[in-house]
């Protein structure tokens, strides 16, 4: 099944518990309080690595889309300090330098945390699975430790 928003939530701190060091803007969220992975929703909301809904819910449950998801990674590596080598934009079939996600999607295919499909599209309101997740998340692991040492 696809990924959701809570573990999501859960997969970033428990990768990068330094997250939950950093400073953060504590959010209302109404819908919370009942996720088992409640602690972790509010460091990633607070972090800004995710968004809550404008009515104030995180929606644990609802599965992420590949959009959001390299949306969270791109934020995630800039946290960190880590940035993609300067080079010219990866071709997307669709997408656009204007679209408002653009900027992020380039950021983790640079890095190498997600790809493309094999018709080239990054297909930004598909799912992502338990362990394209993992594999992501591990790769940005792997990018902050040699970054670090």
Not at 45 to 64: C, E, K, Q, S
Not at 74 to 93: E, K, M
Not at 137 to 147: G, N, Q
Request: hydrophobic share 40%.
């Amino acid at each position: 099944g696809s990924l959701t928003r809570q573990q999501l939530a859960a997969t970033i701190v428990r990768y990068f518990p330094q997250v939950a060091e950093l400073p953060q803007n504590m959010q209302i969220m109404t819908d919370a309080q009942e996720s088992w992975a409640r602690p972790e929703i509010h460091v990633i909301v607070g972090t800004g690595l995710i968004d809550p809904f404008p009515n104030h819910t995180f929606r644990p449950a609802v599965p992420i889309t590949r959009g959001l998801f390299a949306l969270s990674m791109s934020r995630l590596a800039r946290l960190l300090g880590i940035a993609p080598a300067d080079s010219p934009g990866i071709p997307v079939t669709d997408l656009k330098p204007t679209d408002a996600l653009y900027r992020d999607i380039q950021t983790v295919l640079g890095l190498g945390i997600l790809g493309l499909e094999d018709s080239g599209s990054f297909n930004v309101s598909g799912g992502v699975c338990g362990e394209e997740a993992v594999r992501a998340v591990e790769r940005l692991l792997r990018l902050s430790r040699r970054k670090d040492g």
